[in-house]
């Protein structure tokens, strides 16, 4: 009997040679991305300038709220995969992100009192639950429209990670220009529209999905709980709760470092007890090699993540933004990051191949060296490039720091997914890419953090100690880098790389490193 080859199209039409329901995905995740750093751009300027607060506090607000964002697709993926199913979780995310950015937009012509801020924080609150659902599903359903053996799943996920990326880009394009220049309610506006415009190109274009993301039990999620409501609606109900949770956590952020910590230290313990309790010496091996990745991801994205908080103030403050006679607002910075990526993805997805043809690609330990080294390089040249006391920062320097960080985020964030995926054994894999994505929120918390240690607990924090701050934390990220690529080969042989899926060699691992996908996010729930 023949067999299907991996290759073979599925029936029904196809564009690009790939389902026509990649396209639809890729239309809703860029206008959610577009939605989501559009506001995002806005959101520390928004605190500091509308609200007031002092950027200590600022710093420390937008570090909560970006934790959260992190840790709700877990929760939205587990009610998506045990009850809803991906397509329904789509859906009800992207009404309720819309609804978030709406609020957010009534808001902004309001007041600064606290009713006003009480509304802003709801309207935040309200993301924070819609993403959880959108951003958990939207991504798995990609991989739903392929078999598992279809070679073209690589592809979609990278045409798929080119939607997120246009979305990242024109977010703060657009939204940053409306909010900064014509009212913060025009860009919170933008960001609203866009998530509708997501919302209802889904909804008209469902029959491209061929059926795919449909709820597991379709019977069980009709049936009425307490003869009362159905479970589905009471999935709805109870996410909706969970956005006065949110709401709650949001404003204390200490109370939001405080679970990180805890949820941290007993993953690490629960780790531990799996590795020397229940495995053998191999897997022993490839969880500790885990566990060291672990610990580098959210020291760096508490590095990398300045990027919406101290760095976009620094950029609105301190530096030249006029460009060929534009006086380029702050906000509008926030899209070089993923405009390099789109850029510079597909260029390093094939030089780790080309590398590990010739046996020279770095090891994922070393890669992740690299990575902290590139994104401490960032701060130091920026701290390099300015000038005397009373002098503008070149815009220059900006996009050079970004271009460090961005090249820093290509070795770390889809190559540190991917190694999770083949060090975890089969009964963990998602437990351990919850935590990899616990590990991002903790990233965010401590980005947060370092932000409010540039000063400015009664203001706006002064530029020689914003300097001073990047000036610390890029030899320390340098320091690490180098003692992570020092011991990386220790690491590499704790991976058996060799032993990980039936020697597939050094060509296939490279090609999938270069292909999993990380969204920011950003990078980040994917």
């Known amino acids: 009997m023949a067999t299907a080859s991996p290759t073979t199209l599925p029936s029904g039409k196809t564009w690009l040679g790939?389902?026509?329901?990649?396209?639809?995905?890729?239309?809703?995740?860029?206008?959610?991305?577009?939605?989501?750093?559009?506001?995002?751009?806005?959101?520390?300027f928004y605190l500091t300038q509308h609200f007031?607060?002092?950027?200590?506090?600022?710093?420390?607000s937008y570090g909560a709220?970006?934790?959260?964002?992190?840790?709700?697709?877990?929760?939205?993926?587990?009610?998506?995969?045990?009850?809803?199913?991906?397509?329904?979780?789509?859906?009800?995310?992207?009404?309720?992100?819309?609804?978030?950015?709406?609020?957010?937009?009534?808001?902004?012509?309001?007041?600064?009192?606290?009713?006003?801020l009480g509304l802003f924080w709801l309207g935040l609150a309200t993301v924070i639950v819609g993403t959880g659902f959108l951003k958990a599903s939207v991504s798995a359903m990609v991989g739903q429209l392929y078999p598992r053996d279809d070679m073209r799943r690589d592809p979609a996920y990278t045409i798929f990670y080119m939607g997120i990326n246009v979305g990242a880009t024109i977010g703060p394009l657009i939204c940053g220009y409306l909010g900064q220049?014509?009212?913060w309610h025009w860009g919170f506006g933008a960001a609203s529209v866009g998530m509708i415009a997501g919302v209802i190109?889904?909804?008209?274009?469902?029959?491209?999905?061929?059926?795919?993301?449909?709820?597991?039990?379709p019977a069980r999620l009709a049936e009425r709980v307490g003869g009362v409501i159905s479970r589905e609606w009471l999935v709805y109900l109870s996410s909706?709760?969970?956005?006065?949770?949110?709401?709650?956590?949001?404003?204390?952020?200490?109370?939001?470092?405080?679970?990180?910590?805890?949820?941290?230290?007993?993953?690490?313990?629960?780790?531990l007890w799996e590795a020397f309790g229940r495995m053998d010496r191999i897997g022993r091996d490839r969880m500790l090699a885990a566990l060291f990745l672990l610990f580098i991801n959210p020291l760096f994205w508490g590095l990398y993540e300045q990027t919406g908080s101290s760095l976009s103030l620094f950029t609105?403050?301190?530096?030249?933004?006029?460009?060929?006679?534009?006086?380029?607002?702050?906000s509008m910075f926030q899209s070089?990051?993923?405009?390099?990526?789109?850029?510079?993805?597909?260029?390093?997805?094939?030089?780790?191949?080309?590398?590990?043809?010739?046996?020279?690609?770095?090891?994922?330990?070393?890669?992740?060296?690299?990575a902290l080294i590139l994104v401490g390089a960032g701060f130091l040249i920026l701290v390099a490039g300015t000038g005397a006391p009373g002098t503008l920062t070149p815009i220059l320097f900006i996009f050079l720091l970004y271009l460090c960080h961005t090249l820093g985020e290509l070795c770390l964030s889809p190559v540190g997914l991917s190694a999770m995926s083949k060090l975890a054994p089969s009964r963990m894999i998602g437990l351990i890419m919850g935590i990899w994505f616990l590990a991002m929120a903790l990233g965010e918390y401590v980005a947060g953090m370092i932000a409010g240690a540039t000063g400015g607990s009664d203001g706006a924090a002064s530029r020689d100690a914003v300097l001073a701050v990047y000036g610390n934390i890029g030899w320390w990220s340098i320091g690490i880098g180098i003692f992570v690529i020092a011991v990386a080969p220790f690491v590499k042989r704790l991976m058996h790389a060799g032993e990980l899926s039936g020697e597939e060699g050094a060509e296939a691992g490279a090609q999938r490193d270069s292909f999993a996908i990380a969204d920011r996010v950003e990078d980040k729930p994917a």
């Open 18 to 44: 790939h389902p026509r329901g990649l396209f639809l995905l890729f239309f809703v995740e860029m206008w959610e991305r577009f939605s989501f750093y559009g506001m995002r751009a806005l959101l520390i």
């Open 52 to 60: 007031l607060f002092s950027d200590r506090d600022a710093a420390h």
């Open 65 to 116: 709220y970006m934790s959260l964002i992190y840790i709700s697709p877990l929760m939205g993926g587990y009610l998506a995969d045990r009850y809803l199913g991906q397509r329904k979780a789509v859906l009800f995310g992207g009404i309720v992100i819309a609804a978030g950015h709406i609020i957010l937009g009534l808001e902004a012509d309001g007041s600064a009192d606290a009713m006003g």
């Open 181 to 183: 220049r014509w009212g």
């Open 201 to 217: 190109g889904f909804l008209l274009c469902k029959p491209l999905l061929q059926g795919k993301g449909e709820p597991p039990d």
């Open 240 to 271: 909706l709760l969970a956005i006065l949770l949110c709401w709650l956590l949001i404003q204390q952020h200490a109370v939001v470092g405080w679970m990180l910590a805890g949820a941290s230290v007993l993953m690490v313990l629960y780790i």
């Open 316 to 330: 609105a403050r301190y530096t030249d933004r006029n460009i060929l006679g534009f006086d380029v607002p702050a």
């Open 336 to 370: 070089v990051n993923a405009a390099y990526i789109l850029i510079f993805g597909p260029v390093f997805a094939a030089l780790w191949i080309a590398l590990a043809k010739r046996g020279r690609e770095p090891s994922t330990p070393a890669k992740f060296g690299l």
